[in-house]
């Protein structure tokens, strides 16, 4: 289900990350300092919904009671549908001022009560009959729509393993080129974190005439290691 990138192997001295530093102070060793990238491939095992229900008017109780039966029907039809409860997450509500166009301009008028709900399912198939059901049960609009890998910290271990190997290679390379003996580690750090995953539009996804298919996408680990040099 996923793959190793390969790692370069070409460097350019003159764009080289690696540095040697040499003191003249003996009793301050010398170092040399790499960078260690790492990159693991996945396809994603899921895939992300993010929709809005919005409900305008005048008494907030009124567009409260609005919004929660259409998120009550739409998530009676996503639980039949095969969605489990816990992958079903509503939490942000938003109450703001409604305004209508007149001649003299903008004006306020009444209230709009939205809900922002995602769901994450692992269906792949699924995901044109979810939005079509929830598009007909009082969903206002989507808001985001994702291809996800659910187990994104066990890929990027992966990467971070790959990542402490490239450091190794660079700092053997560098090394062996000035003619110097690599010692211990004196030093690790992480530099950074997962990689984010590539976006997708339901609207592109529309325009798609093939079916679509979630594609690969990768999670990647950088650190800075400081590697011991003897002369």
Same mark, same amino acid.
């Given at each position: 289900?996923?793959?190793?990138?390969?790692?370069?192997?070409?460097?350019? &001295?003159?764009?080289? #990350?690696?540095? &040697?530093?040499?003191?003249?102070?003996?009793?301050?060793?010398?170092?040399?300092? =790499?960078?260690?990238?790492?990159?693991?491939? $996945?396809?994603?095992?899921?895939?992300?919904?993010?929709?809005?229900?919005?409900?305008?008017?005048?008494?907030?109780?009124?567009?409260?009671?609005?919004? !929660?039966?259409?998120?009550?029907?739409? =998530?009676?039809?996503?639980?039949?549908?095969?969605?489990? +409860?816990?992958?079903?997450?509503?939490?942000?509500?938003?109450? #703001?001022?409604?305004?209508?166009?007149?001649?003299?301009?903008?004006?306020?008028?009444?209230?709009?009560?939205?809900?922002?709900?995602?769901?994450?399912?692992?269906?792949?198939?699924?995901?044109?009959?979810?939005?079509?059901?929830?598009?007909?049960?009082?969903?206002?609009?989507?808001?985001?729509?994702?291809?996800?890998? #659910?187990?994104?910290?066990?890929?990027?271990?992966?990467? &971070?393993?790959? +990542?402490?190997?490239? $450091?190794?290679?660079?700092?053997?390379?560098?090394?062996?080129?000035?003619?110097?003996?690599?010692?211990?580690?004196?030093?690790?750090?992480?530099?950074?974190?997962?990689?984010?995953?590539?976006?997708?539009?339901?609207?592109?996804?529309?325009? !798609? $005439?093939?079916?679509?298919?979630?594609?690969?996408?990768?999670?990647? $680990?950088?650190?800075?290691?400081?590697?011991?040099?003897?002369?």
């Amino acid at each position: 289900m996923f793959k190793a990138s390969s790692l370069s192997c070409a460097f350019f &001295l003159f764009f080289f #990350t690696g540095h &040697l530093h040499a003191h003249d102070n003996k009793n301050v060793p010398s170092t040399i300092q =790499v960078q260690g990238h790492g990159v693991i491939d $996945a396809v994603p095992d899921a895939f992300s919904i993010t929709f809005i229900i919005e409900a305008k008017g005048q008494v907030v109780a009124k567009l409260n009671k609005q919004v !929660e039966a259409d998120l009550s029907q739409v =998530v009676d039809f996503l639980l039949k549908e095969g969605v489990a +409860a816990r992958q079903i997450q509503s939490m942000q509500v938003r109450l #703001t001022p409604g305004y209508e166009s007149t001649p003299q301009g903008h004006r306020e008028n009444g209230f709009v009560l939205s809900r922002e709900v995602t769901l994450t399912h692992s269906e792949l198939k699924d995901y044109d009959n979810l939005i079509d059901g929830i598009l007909s049960r009082g969903v206002t609009r989507i808001q985001q729509f994702d291809f996800v890998i #659910t187990d994104q910290a066990a890929y990027y271990k992966q990467a &971070l393993t790959a +990542a402490v190997h490239d $450091a190794k290679q660079r700092a053997m390379l560098l090394s062996k080129e000035l003619g110097v003996k690599l010692g211990g580690v004196a030093q690790i750090s992480e530099s950074g974190s997962y990689m984010p995953v590539s976006r997708s539009s339901y609207k592109m996804m529309q325009a !798609e $005439a093939a079916p679509s298919l979630p594609g690969q996408q990768s999670v990647s $680990a950088n650190i800075n290691v400081t590697f011991l040099i003897h002369k």
